[in-house]
């Protein structure tokens, strides 16, 4: 069966945390051997580690621009004190969710946009110090990001949901960085990130689910149908073949040649995976 590797889903979150035994049950079922989970605050810390303790993951400590009001100059202690503390646990694989987010309008505000702007200084730096790759969030502020990764280098990382255009997905691999594609490009609509998917280089993409967001086009339930009362399903790591089978497709190879080149360009990025996926 094809090894696939999530790079980047929330297990955590409580949609999926009730019944998270169950959904990585399934996701393994369906052939995910490693499933990368992120924190987005300094609440989840401990709930990150612990999920991946539970199914044989991987966790990442991080500071998410969508919670920035709560990233205070405590957090940013919490989390190198967490890094600090981690320094010995193989799980721990990565520094994020960070960076930058332009898509809601009160995160644009400039006074909150300078703090968005500082605490993601302090995690490239960070990132540094700890040597570790980050998993960036580029949501409408990919060229911002990318002047922040140029003020502060870090030992790379990934570009998560990607959604940019071809010469900004070249910034990012110049700078040693993996593109994350999940979900959306599995609309049809998406004609611009589908021909990124289909035609940049081999080694540049990996593959996520961001569960449980960005539902896969089979399992998106438009506006109408949520009016008229239909639940979304959360997005689930179990999906992400399906994904991954998309972007083969896209390419012109085999599923499961898709699912080797991705695993290994997830490993690329996220050296520390390496030995999790040797003892999965
Ligand atoms: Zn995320």
């Not at 990585?24 to 580690?49: D, S």
């Not at 940049?200 to 438009?222: F, G, N, Q």
Request: hydrophobic share 50%.
């Amino acid at each position: 069966m094809p090894c696939w590797i999530d790079t980047h889903c929330h297990l955590d979150a409580p949609e999926l945390a009730a019944h998270r035994p169950a959904v990585r049950a399934a996701a393994a079922a369906a052939g995910v051997r490693l499933c990368v989970i992120p924190a987005v605050a300094q609440g989840n810390f401990e709930a990150v580690r612990a999920a991946a303790c539970e199914g044989n993951d991987a966790y990442a400590l991080g500071l998410h621009p969508l919670y920035v009001a709560q990233h205070g100059a405590a957090a940013l202690e919490a989390l190198e004190a967490a890094l600090a503390a981690a320094r010995g646990d193989a799980r721990l694989v990565a520094i994020g969710e960070i960076g930058l987010d332009a898509f809601v309008p009160a995160l644009r505000a400039p006074e909150v946009w300078q703090r968005q702007l500082e605490v993601l200084r302090a995690q490239l730096r960070l990132a540094r110090r700890f040597a570790l790759p980050v998993l960036l969030h580029t949501r409408r502020a990919v060229d911002a990001v990318l002047h922040e990764l140029r003020r502060t280098p870090v030992p790379g990382g990934i570009a998560h949901a990607f959604s940019g255009s071809a010469p900004q997905a070249q910034a990012f691999l110049n700078m040693g960085f993996k593109l994350g594609f999940g979900g959306a490009c599995t609309f049809p609509r998406a004609t611009r990130l589908r021909q990124l998917a289909a035609s940049l280089p081999a080694e540049s993409i990996v593959m996520e689910t961001d569960a449980p967001d960005i539902p896969p086009h089979w399992r998106y339930v438009d506006a109408a149908a949520r009016a008229a009362g239909k639940v979304p399903p959360p997005n689930t790591p179990a999906e992400l073949p399906r994904i991954g089978a998309e972007v083969a497709a896209l390419r012109g190879v085999s599923a499961g040649e898709w699912a080797r080149q991705s695993s290994a360009n997830a490993l690329a990025a996220l050296p520390r995976l390496t030995p999790l996926l040797d003892a999965a």
